[in-house]
């Protein structure tokens, strides 16, 4: 099975950044989705950003030109760079692997991803 832990959350001032990583281990899919999600307290958990087994990416429009996606395939380790940091972008952050493309991108429903870390918290203060 797919075991997958986050790191790298905290508390930072608005205008900080943070990067977050997450370790995959007995990951051997040729093929994949991972994304990184957060959810706020009484909010729906939301996607962030994915990438794929290609390197093709997308974000949510919340934070495009705020945050990049990337992976290190040798150590199957995904990170999301946060830069710019806002009081809203404040959850705890969960990153996934999933199977599941939309119009060529992997898809932004959580349901369609497998496998889930433990989260990180990421709490931004004005």
């Known amino acids: 099975q797919v075991q997958l832990v986050e790191s790298g959350g905290g508390s930072v001032q608005a205008g900080g950044s943070l990067r977050l990583s997450c370790a995959a281990s007995?990951?051997?899919?040729?093929?994949?989705?991972m994304g990184w999600f957060r959810q706020a307290p009484g909010k729906e958990r939301e996607r962030v950003a994915a990438?794929?087994?290609?390197?093709?990416?997308s974000y949510a429009d919340s934070v495009q030109g705020r945050f990049t996606i990337s992976q290190d395939n040798a150590k199957t380790t995904l990170y999301l760079q946060m830069i710019s940091l806002k009081p809203e972008d404040t959850a705890m952050y969960y990153c996934?692997?999933?199977?599941?493309?939309?119009?060529?991108?992997?898809?932004?429903?959580?349901?369609?991803?497998?496998?889930w870390g433990q989260g990180t918290q990421v709490t931004v203060s004005s």
């Open positions: 996934a692997t999933g199977f599941f493309w939309i119009g060529g991108y992997c898809s932004p429903t959580a349901a369609h991803y497998n496998y």
């Open positions: 007995t990951f051997t899919y040729s093929r994949y989705c």
């Open positions: 990438i794929d087994s290609d390197d093709s990416t």
